[in-house]
């Protein structure tokens, strides 16, 4: 449950989900979507994984992400957006680490 | 039905027709009850491919087995959930010992397996963006219908509790079915 809040946590990572609700998109196609630098990107996207909120399909060198919400994570999403949590620091902490 | 058909639809029919049988022994003066959880589904699937022939089409593609049996599979579930009850129901009342919160429940367990199976629903990653909000919109009608039903079997005064309760449970499905025939008949331009 904490990965689950974790993910929810970050207005990115919510924007990246509401934005799957209209279907599945790629990597490429989601990062050109947000003005932030490709290893914060990865990093979001491998927070979502981990936390089982979105499924990935590789297809070569492209990979299709999927959104893959609970009704429980759904209700967690729409309050978080609501309520406006935010901890945007932690994610690029973690893709400077990466970098 | 052909060889598609997977084992685990077989095995959910014989648990339906068990659980339905036994109650048609004890409760023999709600027969068309029991015959009617026996025979609702695979009548469904005998209607289908009937009239997948009568529109003179071949036979069905191993994807097509595949989300029929999973409807099959939700639809085995909810029925197993009521017949399960009416078992609880019969057993609790008839030992002499049922107490409030032993009645309370027996209603409520049913409610909570509906919530715990409609949440995961949506977790089922689609392609097709509609079919996916058709997922989301039933889950989450089913899932606010079992919390309602709970809720009205675990607050309520025990004689006013059926009908609100029902109320909830029927308006879920109802939307379910609602939203069904429209994404399958009529929504082509529809969102979810």
């Known amino acids: 449950m904490n990965k689950i809040f974790k993910a929810l946590s970050d207005p990115t990572r919510r924007k990246v989900?509401?934005?799957?609700?209209?279907?599945?998109?790629?990597a490429g196609g989601l990062a050109g979507e947000f003005d932030v630098s490709k290893p914060t990107m990865s990093a979001h996207f491998t927070v979502l994984k981990d936390?089982?909120?979105?499924?990935?399909?590789?297809d070569g060198k492209t990979i299709t992400y999927h959104l893959k919400l609970s009704v429980l994570e759904d209700a967690l999403l729409g309050f978080a957006q609501m309520v406006g949590v935010s901890t945007t620091q932690d994610t690029e902490q973690e893709a400077q680490n990466d970098e | 039905m052909t060889n598609e058909w997977p084992k685990t639809s077989w095995a959910l029919m014989v648990v339906i027709t068990t659980?339905?049988?036994?109650?048609?022994i004890i409760r023999p003066e709600n027969m068309w009850n029991w015959i009617a959880a026996i025979i609702c589904l695979p009548a469904i699937l005998l209607l289908m491919t009937a009239l997948r022939r009568a529109k003179g089409r071949g036979p069905m593609s191993a994807e097509g087995w595949r989300?029929?049996?999973?409807?099959?599979?939700?639809?085995?579930?909810?029925?197993i959930l009521a017949l399960g009850a009416a078992l609880i129901d019969f057993y609790t009342a008839s030992a002499g010992e049922a107490t409030e919160w032993s009645t309370r429940a027996g209603r409520?367990?049913?409610?909570?397996?509906?919530?715990?199976?409609?949440?995961?629903?949506?977790?089922?990653?689609?392609?097709n963006p509609r079919y996916g909000a058709l997922l989301r919109f039933n889950a989450w009608a089913l899932v606010l219908g079992g919390v309602g039903?709970?809720?009205?079997?675990?607050?309520?005064?025990?004689?006013?509790?059926?009908?609100?309760?029902?109320a909830f449970m029927m308006t879920g499905v109802a939307l379910v079915i609602l939203?069904?025939?429209?994404?399958?008949?009529?929504g082509k331009t529809g969102r979810g």
């Not at chain 1, 936390?51 to 590789?58: F, I, M, N, Q």
């Not at chain 2, 659980?19 to 048609?24: R, T, Y």
């Not at chain 2, 989300?67 to 639809?75: E, H, M, P, T, Y």
């Not at chain 2, 069904?180 to 009529?186: N, S």
């Open chain 2, 67 to 79: 989300k029929i049996s999973r409807s099959f599979a939700g639809g085995s579930l909810i029925i």
């Open chain 1, 51 to 58: 936390a089982d909120l979105v499924e990935t399909v590789r």
């Open chain 2, 149 to 166: 039903y709970a809720a009205c079997w675990a607050i309520l005064p025990l004689d006013s509790a059926r009908e609100p309760a029902m």
């Open chain 1, 17 to 26: 989900l509401q934005l799957l609700r209209k279907g599945p998109k790629t």
């Open chain 2, 108 to 127: 409520i367990i049913p409610g909570g397996i509906l919530v715990v199976i409609a949440n995961a629903i949506p977790k089922i990653a689609v392609k």
């Open chain 2, 179 to 186: 939203r069904t025939a429209w994404f399958r008949f009529g």
């Open chain 2, 19 to 24: 659980l339905a049988s036994w109650l048609w």
